[in-house]
């Protein structure tokens, strides 16, 4: 099933790619024009040659009919000297005979390399032509294929009528065309696959500003970069331009998000504490019922604030944060603050990234560490692990236990609604779970309250992860 999803995965990458997409599309086409190519140049040179060949036949059959005569007994007579010694070698597949059509002319005359007669079809199969001549194919006493023309003509004065043949080798003709394909093809399958690797070279270095660009991006998202720097090709280059006006008011819409958060907390400030400050002054259950009130106002308020301000910052292009140097600061400070609960801290190798503000981390851990080391007996552990690929990307996993008395897993959704507090025993105002709820979510992450195996709450908190 893995490997299956890994080859769907892998097919899906390669049908987006534009790279891949442009390289196929242009191999096909340069492979298609191959071969019509070579299908084209090995028609014309069957042709060419097919010709030279009927043309060379007919030129020995004029030699043979200049060459051949009537004796003076009225016999055939005559040597025909073709310069060629193929009509020399028994059954070499190259033969010329002339033989009598009519009874007065005596024996036929053969070359040397014919040792046998090779019988001729019959005139109502292959027909002559106006001027007493045909072409045909026949198989040769070596089983090769040959190809004969022939002529019917008068030799004699008495109207004496020979048959003249000149017959050639059609099976060499066949393997030197034969050869002359398997060579063309040879050659030009070298040169498709060097212009294939050319075309490949050229069009993945004509993508390379996307490669460049794409790099940009990642660099933005680890938050080692602010912008997409560098010169970049007329064509990418509006597509870059957009993208850091993009960036920019991004920047703009969380600045002014976080601005008109700190100005709403410090404009409702004043008030309520003059709220708080009148309810102790009026004193009685009115006093404390105004108190009372103006502290869950508070505590509403900041609730929401932090929320605002996480809602601004989720999926943020710059905001990333070294996970293991705010957890060693945090347990450096817990540590102090608690001197009698045992603190153990393990921390990977790796270097994991949040891809969120600092400062939300840190309320995250803050709330959960403080909560473990109000309830813990003796002993708190602190865990940070790479948490996978939770939905379509990386995460991290903090893990936070406690051997204190736990919560019930019936109690464990209450736990994090605002303002519910469990045990009323131990001071706080209910929100700190609440708040890292919240916070959690507003990243698309999550948090597991389960049981520890220390005996007290283990809460698991996983987070969006940026590359390191």
């Known amino acids: 099933m893995a490997d299956h999803n890994k080859q769907s995965y892998l097919r899906r990458i390669l049908s987006r790619s534009l790279a891949v997409r442009v390289i196929a599309f242009s191999s096909f086409w340069a492979i298609i024009a191959l071969v019509v190519i070579a299908t084209i140049i090995s028609a014309l040179f069957r042709q ?8 060379v036949l007919s030129a020995y059959l ?8 009537v004796a003076e007994d009225g016999g055939l007579q005559g040597n025909p000297n073709l310069d060629d010694l193929r009509f020399l070698q028994p059954q070499s597949g190259w033969y010329w005979a002339v033989e009598p059509v009519t009874d007065d002319l005596g024996r036929a005359l053969r070359s040397p390399s014919m040792a046998m007669p090779i019988p001729s079809p019959d005139a109502s199969r292959v027909p002559f032509n106006a001027g007493f001549q045909r072409n045909y194919k026949t198989t040769g006493p070596g089983g090769d294929t040959i190809q004969v023309v022939e002529a019917e003509l008068v030799v004699g004065d008495q109207g004496q009528v020979a048959r003249f043949r000149v ?49 940009a991006l990642s660099d933005i998202r680890a938050g080692t ?5 560098g010169p970049f090709p007329t064509e990418i280059e509006a597509l870059a331009d957009e993208t850091n006006a993009l960036i920019d008011n991004n920047r703009r819409i969380v600045e002014r998000s976080r601005k008109q958060v700190g100005n709403l907390a410090h404009s409702l400030k004043t008030p309520l504490a003059v709220l708080m400050n009148e309810g102790d002054a009026v004193g009685g259950e009115r006093g404390k019922l105004i108190t009372a009130q103006a502290k869950a106002l508070q505590q509403q308020l900041d609730h929401y604030l932090q929320r605002a301000r996480a809602a601004a910052q989720r999926d ?3 905001f990333r944060t070294p996970v293991q140097a705010s957890l060693e600061r945090m347990a450096r400070v817990m540590s102090k603050l608690n001197p009698s609960i045992d603190l153990q801290v393990e921390l990977p190798d790796e270097v994991l990234v949040f891809a969120g503000e600092r400062e939300d981390l840190e309320e995250i851990n803050g709330n959960l560490m403080e909560n473990a080391m109000k309830w813990a007996a003796g002993q708190v552990a602190l865990t940070l692990e790479d948490g996978g690929e939770p939905g379509e990307g990386r995460g991290l996993r903090i893990v936070i236990e406690d051997d204190g008395p736990g919560i019930p897993e019936e109690q464990a959704r209450d736990a994090v609604k605002r303002g519910r507090r469990l045990d009323e025993t131990k001071p706080g105002t209910g929100l700190g779970l609440a708040i890292v709820a919240d916070l959690v979510e507003e990243y698309g992450g999550t948090l597991a309250l389960e049981r520890s195996v220390l005996g007290g709450l283990k809460a698991v908190v996983t987070l969006p992860r940026a590359e390191a």
């Open 316 to 318: 943020s292009l710059v």
């Open 62 to 69: 004029n030699n043979v009919i200049g060459s051949v005569g």
């Open 48 to 55: 060419v040659s097919e010709r030279g060949f009927d043309s």
């Open 167 to 215: 017959m050639g080798n059609r099976s060499e003709l066949e393997d030197e065309i034969s050869r002359f394909i398997r060579t063309l093809y040879g050659y030009l399958a070298l040169f498709g696959i060097g212009m294939v690797a050319i075309n490949v070279f050229a069009i993945l270095y004509g993508l390379r500003p996307l490669n460049r660009v794409q790099q």
């Open 225 to 229: 970069a602010q912008r997409l720097a």
